[in-house]
């Protein structure tokens, strides 16, 4: 992840881990310096390397957490 810049803001949760030592988790996350996002992704220890993942706004967050609710999980 050459020339992309990020800083963890806030350390949210871990939602699994993997056998690997591997985390999924929810964090705010600063990218190229721009307004934290919450930011879920899984990260291999110490964050020294990421996966794909995604970012969402607080209102996409808010919207998710709708859906979710909706579903009766």
Known sequence: M????FEIE???GVIAD???GWTKELN???WNGNTPKFDL???APNHEKMGK???LT???LKSLKNLLNEMNL
Not at 2 to 5: H, M, P, Y
């Open 28 to 30: 705010l996350v600063s």
């Open 41 to 43: 992704r899984d990260w």
């Open 10 to 12: 806030e350390e949210i």
């Open 2 to 5: 050459a020339g992309i810049k």
């Open 18 to 20: 993997s056998a690997k």
């Open 53 to 55: 993942g995604i970012t």
């Open 58 to 60: 607080n209102e996409e």
